[in-house]
Structures are given as structure tokens and as C-alpha cells.
């Protein structure tokens, strides 16, 4: 590139990664990014009020892939960082009248602990048996990809899939287990199914490797959060990157290639103030359906693609309270909620648990999750009545008791990517298409994960590959 210009569209933790790489590589190269709304971060966003520390979304990032705890030490922040409240039981499941700890050393389809996993009172014992029986289930070396209904159902049964795995990755991906890629979402399971012959026989192996990094005085903890809330992490990188020109409140309307590049136009928040701009690097760092419905004109086949990827939507409930209203101690990360259940949350989460500073002395924070792939239609409901869903699943689960001291509700539309059956070859498709026009990067949670470690690499790739045109 001769005159060094790139323009990344989208102010979310992507299209911020990407510009902080972006200026790392090309020290001076002109960078503007553009941002639609009148924040920065996307669907980061940290609230402080009251003496609680609310997040509207994320509110930790893991340690592996490494990403996240890596820009974190290029900016010289990991001091900044706090790591999790120690405890043995973190994670919970939500039964019919109670709730169990997830049994321990379960990683989601990764069992390192099978005694704890036989003395569970959430499986039945003809479920146990099945689970055990998984070393004996020869891997699927067939289907290229699998639903993680199927794969889970194939290797542990149902029960085990309904209590424990379909609420535990439904935790995370709000998504419908029946469509859900494991290709592109859980493919290291894949892989080890491949590698070890069976989960169990995976789990004994990282379960050695553990006790060895244990040995060694190497301490693992997987997840961190800047002390301050997640927002720490979209201030940081900005405030690292003086000469990038951020522009809020302006919304890319269409992009067109001229001879130079790229021309960008970008309207603002009056809808009037009509900007643009010509640049030899363009970044789409906006979700699938965005960056296709500004791709239209110029691909499309490209746009049609990218339309295809669909995003889930759900309603956070944040609710402030005092512990003394807690019928019992809790002192888990959160609950999950079997969908086999029918109950309007997905997942709790204790955010005063997690990490220190979150709520004020002898008060605690919660979040609960609402709708997703499954439960859509429930996002759309008012903002009481979401709060009565979430204080109901607090009484059934923890013994709540009286009237929150703070409530919010938070709603994200569409930000919740779903990797269906096939998604890996369909980003492999978009990917090669985009090859087609010079300068043009598409990044974001939308392609190869969602998780923040992952938008970090895909802003941080996008880069490398504009460098390398
Ligand atoms: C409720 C929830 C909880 C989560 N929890 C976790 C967690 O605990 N840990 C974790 O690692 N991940 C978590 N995630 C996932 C992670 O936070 C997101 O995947 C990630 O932050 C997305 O970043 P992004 O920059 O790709 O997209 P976004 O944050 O969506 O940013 C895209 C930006 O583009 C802007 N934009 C859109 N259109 C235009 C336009 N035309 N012109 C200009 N700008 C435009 C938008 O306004 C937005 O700011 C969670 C997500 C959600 C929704």
C-alpha cells in the first residue's frame, strides 16, 4: 500500500482490534474507524451505578486462545486485570425444584472427573451407565459436520445431553442444539472423539496434563476481567491509538469501489450530515447482515452468503439485591437451565461471585439470560415482565425472596451469531469470494467465533491479510 489508508467499519471490540493492529503494523498509515451508534464497543458496555458494576453483556474473557490476555499485555494492562473468585463448585444446573453443581472436571463434553460425574444426583443411574459406555462408541469418522444435538446425544445419551451438555453450551451460544455446528463451534471435541477414540478416554489425558502443570507451580486460571469492567478493555485500546481518527454517531450507508479503493459513504446521526470518504483498505467489522446489505451492490453472491448467517437475539435482566433475600448461601458463578425444563431463563449468572467489585457490601449482582434461538418471541415482552421471569427463576432456584433494590433490562437484537450445520464451509465460501476484491476484509463474530479472544484474532487477521495484499 502507497498512501496507506484503512477504513474499518463497526467501533465493537473487532473493529477496534483491528485498527490497534492495524497502527501497530503500519505506524503511519491514515486509520479511521467508523462507528453507527453514540458508543463505543459494541455490545461491551459497563455501567457503574449504585456501588454495582454492571455489564449489558460480556463480563469476562478467557485466557485461551490467548488473544484477549495478549493485547491486554501489549497495552501493559494485565495488572488491570482481575481473575476469578476461587471457588470448588462453580457452575450449577437448575432441576425441577433445586439446583446441583455441574460435576467437577466436566469442560463442557470433557469429562476429566468420572467419579464426580457417577456420584452426580442430576443423572439417573441407567444415564451413568450409558455415560460410561461412551468408551465404547466408535468415532464418526463419516459426517463432515454434526449437530451438537447429534454428537452429544451419539456419544453420552439422552439424559446426559438434556441435564448437563445442552444447557452448558446452550449457556453460551443461546442457540438451537438441533442446528448448532460443532464443526464451528466445539471442533477440539471433534478432534479428540478423532485423537483418543472416546471424550472419556480425551479426559483422562487432560486430566494428566493438569495434575503435571500443577506439579510444575504453573497456575491456570482461565478467565479474567479488567477491574473495572469490560469497557476497560475498549478504552484501553483506544486510548493507545492517538492517531486513528474515531468517528461515533456516523452509519456507513453503502460502500463502492472507485479506482483508488474503496469509497465509503456514512451518514450522521441527524440522517443529514452526508460524509465521503475514499480508502485503499476497508475492514467490515458489523455482522454478516450488515456487511452483505452494504456489500449488495458490489458482490452479489458475496451479500447473499453473508445473509445467510443468522443472529440470535436475548434480553439480559440485572438485577441488584441484598443477600440476606437469598433463601440459601449461593456462592456458585451461575446456573444453567435445562431447556427440557420449559422455564423462561437459559442462564443466571452471579456476577459479585465471579469477581470482586462488582456490588456493594451484603448485596449481590445477578444477571439473568433471556430468549435466544429457542425463545425468541420472549425478547419482545416488557421490561416487567422480564424482571418477574427472572425474579421467578430466583425463588425456584436460590430461595430469592422480596423486591430487587436495582433492575435493568437490556435487550440485544440479533447479536448473537449461530454457526448452523455447514458454517464452516459457507465462511470458507465468503472468505474466497472476498478474495475477489482487493482491499475489502470482512472480520467480526460472525465468521470464526464469537467470544471476545476470537473477535480479537479475526480484527487482528483481517489486518494481516489487507498487509499481505
Ligand atoms: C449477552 C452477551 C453476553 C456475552 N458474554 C460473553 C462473555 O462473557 N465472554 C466473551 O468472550 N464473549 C461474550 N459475548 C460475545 C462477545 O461479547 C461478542 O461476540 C463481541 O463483543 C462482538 O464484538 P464485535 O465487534 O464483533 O461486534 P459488535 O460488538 O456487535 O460491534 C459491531 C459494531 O458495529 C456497529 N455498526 C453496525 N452497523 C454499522 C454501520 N452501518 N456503520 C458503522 N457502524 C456500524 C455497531 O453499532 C457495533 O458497535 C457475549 C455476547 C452477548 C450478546
Redesign the pocket.
Known sequence: MKSQTITI???????LSAAFFAQRAMPDAQITV????ELW????QTESTEGYLIEH??????TDPESAIQICEHLGKTDELLQTIPIDDRAYVATEDTIHPVPRGLSLMLPSDLESILATPLLSEAAKDRFQAEEQIAPNDWIQDESLLSFATRRFGREVYETLIQPLVGGIYTADPEKLSMQATMARFVAMEKQHGSLIQAGRVARGKAIQREASGARYGMFRAPKQGISELIRWIMESLPKVDFQIN???ESVAKVDAGWQVTTVGSDSKAVQKLETEGLVL???AK?SGR?LQSVDGELAKDLAKIEAAS?A?VILGIDREQLGQEFSGYGIIVPSILNRDVIATSFGSNKFAGRAPDGKVLIRC?IGGALRRELVDLDDKKLVEMAIEELRLTVGFQGKPELTRVIR?RN??PQYHLGHRDLVDGIEALTTNHQGLELA??SYRG????A?IESGAKAVERLIAE
Open positions: 467499519v463497526g467501533g465493537g471490540i473487532t473493529g467508523l462507528e453507527s451508534s464497543g459494541g455490545v461491551l453483556s460480556a463480563d469476562m474473557f478467557t456516523s452509519s456507513v467489522a458489523t455482522s450488515i452494504l436475548s439480559v439470560f440485544w447479536c448473537m467480526g463474530n464469537v467470544g471476545i479472544p473477535c
